[in-house]
Structures are given as structure tokens and as C-alpha cells.
């Protein structure tokens, strides 16, 4: 049983185009994470999310908006994609916030690659 | 602020050597520090991780790190590496509510 799951596992498209990747996890965790790995392998933090509400977002663009229809579930919608946003996203999971009250190790997802040609 | 530094982008090494992946924080306040692994197109995997008490942490597949609170280092040894042991490391420290993550080594191991 997958911990924590993204789909698509590939993504490529056109710039200007708008997508999404779907992420799931199975782990009865209370909070999840949005982060982005760059062609450096260089990996941010983009949004936080606990009890389905938004905690950290780390000055992303506003044409990334993710969701959370439930705590299992965190999706990440983005608009007008751009040759920038290429790259890997990675979904991740936790109990509780990490470093917030205990430490909350992360559960990661395999990971979704998107290429916007 | 908070923020890591990984002081080797590469660590070519043959295997059955000894290896250390060195990690370098910066943190004002008492941290939770982490050892991740990322193999080739795969998530990442929690090698170990440190939270207070004994400055000797040992996590999965034989690694294992040492926190020095004066030299604020959080280096990752293995005594006998394994090809298998091929992948990228990343050392991570947490700020409330997310992981900050330094910039990666790519552990080579050669037969």
C-alpha cells in the first residue's frame, strides 16, 4: 500500500496551458506539503496545509493555488504554465506540522515531473 | 533564520569504504535535524532523524549521524558503503512547519 501518492507521475505540456496534480495519502496524517525540485535537485518548501487549512505559503506565484478537499487529499493547481515551472513536485505527509509541538517526520511521495515545453 | 549547508555536492567513493556526507546549520533556536535519501527518480526516505538526548543518531541501512551543538554540524557516516548506497542525500533542519533542506550530495559509490 502506497503511503503517499501523486498522479500523474509524468506530466508535459504547453506553456500557458493550465494542470494539476493530485496527491493522496493514506497515513491518517493531519497535515501535508507541497515542495518543488528544481533541475539542481535543489528542493523548496511551497505550501503547507493542516486540517485542510492553509499554513505556510512561501511566496509562491499566485498562479499555483493548491487545494485540500479533505486531509487526505492536497492537490496542486497551476495557471499559465510557464518554462519555469519545470520540474519535479513532491507531495509529502505528516502527523502534525513539522517542528511544531513534536517533531513530525514527512512521509514523500514519489513525485510528479512536469515539463512545460 | 534558518538554513543548511551541505559542504559537498559530490563524494565519489569505492565500495566498502568508510564515507561522511557533511552538513553545516544555521538555526537560533534548538532545531530538529534530518538525513534524507532521494534514489534515482524516487521520493524521498527518511534515513534518521534528531531531536534532543545522545548526539549519536543511528537510522536505516547502517547509516548514521552526529549533531555537534558547537560546531553546528549534523554529519552522516557509514563505515562500509554499498553500490545500492548510490543516491542523493539531503540534510534538512525544521523551522515550525516545514523542512529546509540543503542543496544535496550525491553519494557515488564505485565498484
Known amino acids: 500500500d502506497t503511503a503517499v501518492s501523486q498522479t500523474p507521475k509524468y506530466l508535459v505540456t504547453q506553456m500557458g496551458n493550465d494542470k494539476s496534480i493530485k496527491c493522496e495519502q493514506n497515513l491518517g496524517h493531519d497535515t501535508m506539503y507541497w515542495y518543488k525540485q528544481d533541475s539542481k535537485k535543489f528542493l523548496k518548501i511551497m505550501f503547507s496545509?493542516?486540517?485542510?487549512?492553509?499554513?505556510i505559503n512561501e511566496t509562491v506565484p499566485n498562479r499555483f493555488s493548491p487545494k485540500s478537499p479533505d486531509k487526505a487529499h492536497l492537490n496542486l493547481h497551476i495557471n499559465s504554465l510557464e518554462l519555469g515551472d519545470s520540474a519535479v513536485y513532491f507531495c509529502?505527509?505528516?502527523?502534525?506540522?513539522?517542528?511544531?509541538?513534536?517533531?513530525?517526520?514527512?512521509?514523500f511521495g514519489p513525485g510528479t515531473r512536469l515539463t512545460v515545453l | 533564520a534558518q538554513s543548511v549547508t551541505q559542504l559537498d555536492s559530490q563524494v565519489p567513493v569505492f565500495e566498502e569504504a568508510p564515507v561522511e556526507l557533511r552538513c553545516n546549520y544555521s538555526s537560533s533556536v534548538s532545531v530538529y535535524l534530518f538525513w534524507y535519501v532521494q534514489y534515482p527518480n524516487q521520493g524521498l526516505q527518511l534515513l534518521l532523524k534528531?531531536?534532543?538526548?545522545?548526539?549519536l543518531v543511528k537510522g536505516i541501512n547502517g547509516f548514521e549521524a552526529e549533531f555537534n551543538k558547537s560546531q553546528t554540524s549534523f554529519h552522516l557516516r557509514k563505515p562500509s558503503v554499498h553500490i545500492s548506497d548510490t543516491a542523493e542525500y539531503f540534510c534538512a533542519v525544521s523551522p515550525p512547519g516545514k523542512l529546509i533542506f540543503g542543496q544535496g550530495t550525491t553519494l557515488q559509490v564505485k565498484p
Open positions: 496545509y493542516n486540517n485542510k487549512e492553509l499554513i
Open positions: 534528531y531531536l534532543s538526548g545522545s548526539t
Open positions: 509529502a505527509s505528516s502527523q502534525e506540522p513539522t517542528g511544531l509541538a513534536g517533531v513530525n517526520e514527512q512521509f
